[in-house]
């Protein structure tokens, strides 16, 4: 326990959306849809910017639903341990300077979401197309959450159907 005392005092006293999915090891996706479930702690936002943050106390606690997997409205929230994927390593960023910037950036959050789901080495051509067949009208004001949702069903119902075929 002393430890994790120790582990708990490196957190800042002000800690982002950012820092917290940094410290919990999840990807914004990912937090967007524990949120909305109601397993963490909602940020406050600052009377003067309207930025979310989280006192400490709120970031330790929700780190701790993580780690107990019962999420603060007592629910409960499996985690998986998501190593990180190949696609974020710096070797492999610099084989992507002729792609295009754009879809990669587009798509980063859906690419580690999907890894995290089970579903690795999805390449953005297939993300871009499930999109469209589940959003044809875009994806500008759906949660990012009902978005990664949607795409790994789509993405895993197209195996499905490609193993049964072939």
């Known amino acids: 326990m002393r430890n994790m005392k120790n582990g708990h005092n490196a957190i800042p006293e002000i800690v982002s959306i950012n820092q917290l999915c940094s410290l919990m090891s999840i990807s914004r996706s990912r937090y967007y849809q524990i949120l909305s479930e109601g397993l963490i702690l909602p940020p ?3 009377p003067n910017s309207k930025r979310p943050y989280f006192t400490r106390e709120m970031a330790i606690r929700n780190l701790e639903v993580k780690k107990n997997n ?3 409205n007592k629910k ?3 985690f998986y341990n998501c190593k990180s994927s190949p696609a974020f390593s710096p070797k492999n960023n610099s084989k992507k300077k002729g792609q295009k910037k ?3 950036a587009k798509h980063t ?3 580690d979401g999907l890894t995290c789901l089970g579903l690795s080495n999805v390449k953005p051509s297939q ?3 499930a999109i469209e067949k589940c959003f044809p009208d875009g994806t500008d004001n759906i949660d990012e959450g009902e978005v990664l949702r949607a795409v790994f069903c789509q993405i895993k119902a197209q195996n499905s159907t490609d193993n049964v075929n072939g």
């Open 70 to 72: 019962i999420g603060v």
């Open 127 to 129: 993300i871009q197309v």
């Open 76 to 78: 409960i929230c499996i």
């Open 102 to 104: 754009k879809t990669t």
């Open 44 to 46: 406050i936002h600052s």
């Open 109 to 111: 959050d859906l690419i």
